[in-house]
């Protein structure tokens, strides 16, 4: 059975939410799913897992929230090459640029993402959370 963790960071639970999707999506397709927080998770855990899908809203301007989530995520980045990753947050006023960045910088990092990034407008509404859905079947 595959092996899959979701590891988010929330302030106001938009992103939590995403994540119980996503969790619920990759358990209907057979997956073996852990739900952890960014402080949960550590880069020396990366190889239980068979694929990952990281969840970050987007803070400061444009940002990986940067008191618990970035740091984790920057210690993860040395296991990236050839891993199974798949990402989504939510956002408020931007236009999705923290998400942008981030994709790029997975990719240069060698990760092969299973679908593209899943993002949001604040709290995920019926068409979001069925994306997180299908997000996490991607990653069985
Ligand atoms: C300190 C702070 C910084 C933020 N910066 C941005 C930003 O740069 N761009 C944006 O689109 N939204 C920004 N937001 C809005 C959040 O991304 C948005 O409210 C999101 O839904 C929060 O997700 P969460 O409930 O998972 O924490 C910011 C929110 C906070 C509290």
Sequence with gaps: MS???VVYWSGTGHTEAM????AEGASSAGGDVTVLTASEFHASMMDDFDSIA???PSMGAEQLEESEFEPMFQECTSKLSGKKIALFGSYGWGDGEW???WEEDCKGY???LTC???ICNEDPDA???NSCIELGKTLV
């Design 110 to 112: 060698g990760a092969s």
């Design 127 to 129: 068409e979001a959370e």
């Design 99 to 101: 998400m942008r960045n």
């Design 54 to 56: 990281f969840g970050c």
């Design 116 to 118: 593209n990034p899943v």
């Design 19 to 22: 994540a119980n999707k996503v």
């Design 3 to 5: 092996r899959i963790a």
